[in-house]
């Protein structure tokens, strides 16, 4: 069964420097990944997502994450982290094979960013 | 603009209480879903459909119940069996099974 484990359920930052939110999953395959951001009682935002091109993936607000099969990681970085980036971050996957869609969640990451 | 909407924000639950959450898309997706937030546990799908008048049980759907009778509708029951309601409820849709899902901005329901 697939799973999505975030490391850190809190990671703190100071404004400026470097965000690191880690996320390893477990799939039989290669699977699609995504990664969402969620601010305080709303929904969740696509930041970026992985399917099958390149590994190194972009998205928006200056995030990018780079997908490792050998390390079955999709860690999510940014080179400078702004206020603006305090929220909740989720790494998700779903199977490549499946046409359901079904979403796998991890647990999720609170990035506090101090000023 | 295009999106998906829910309603209400907040709703308040009774003890052996019915209530229905509204899920809304005008995105022209197939594919509509259900999800569960509760702090710390990231979140869970309760219901998913890929087609009018067809759904499946997700990973907990003990306790709800849902209905797709218009691709654009998918609203979602939370039964008196559902012991323990308290949590963030997200809807999201998908062009078809398996693509990015788009969420809507939730609904907060509560127990009096």
């Known amino acids: 069964a697939q799973s999505v484990t975030q490391l850190g359920s809190h990671v703190s930052v100071s404004e400026g420097a470097l965000v690191l939110l880690r996320c390893n999953y477990s799939s039989s395959v290669p699977p699609y990944l995504f990664w969402y951001v969620q601010y305080p009682n709303q929904g969740l935002q696509l930041l970026l997502k992985?399917?099958?091109?390149?590994?190194l993936v972009k998205g928006i607000n200056g995030f990018e994450a780079e997908f490792k099969k050998s390390e079955t990681s999709f860690h999510l970085t940014k080179p400078s982290a702004h206020m603006s980036d305090a929220a909740e971050y989720f790494c998700a996957v779903s199977e490549r094979s499946s046409n359901t869609g079904k979403l796998i969640f991890g647990q999720g990451t609170t990035l506090q960013v101090k000023p | 603009d295009g999106g998906i909407t829910q309603s209400p924000k907040y709703l308040f639950r009774k003890e052996g209480q019915n209530v229905t959450l509204s899920c809304e898309q005008n995105?022209?997706?197939?594919?509509m879903y259900w999800y569960r937030q509760d702090p710390g546990q990231g979140l869970r799908l309760i219901y998913y459909s890929q087609i009018v008048n067809d759904f499946q049980k997700g990973d907990i759907a003990e306790g709800y119940s849902v209905s797709r009778e218009k691709k654009e509708s998918f609203p979602l029951t939370v039964t008196s069996a559902q012991k323990n309601p308290t949590a963030f409820y997200l809807c999201?849709?998908?062009?078809?099974?398996?693509?990015?899902?788009?969420f809507g901005p939730g609904t907060r329901l509560l127990v009096l």
């Open positions: 995105l022209n997706h197939d594919a």
């Open positions: 999201a849709s998908s062009i078809m099974g398996g693509e990015t899902q788009y």
């Open positions: 992985y399917t099958s091109a390149a590994t």
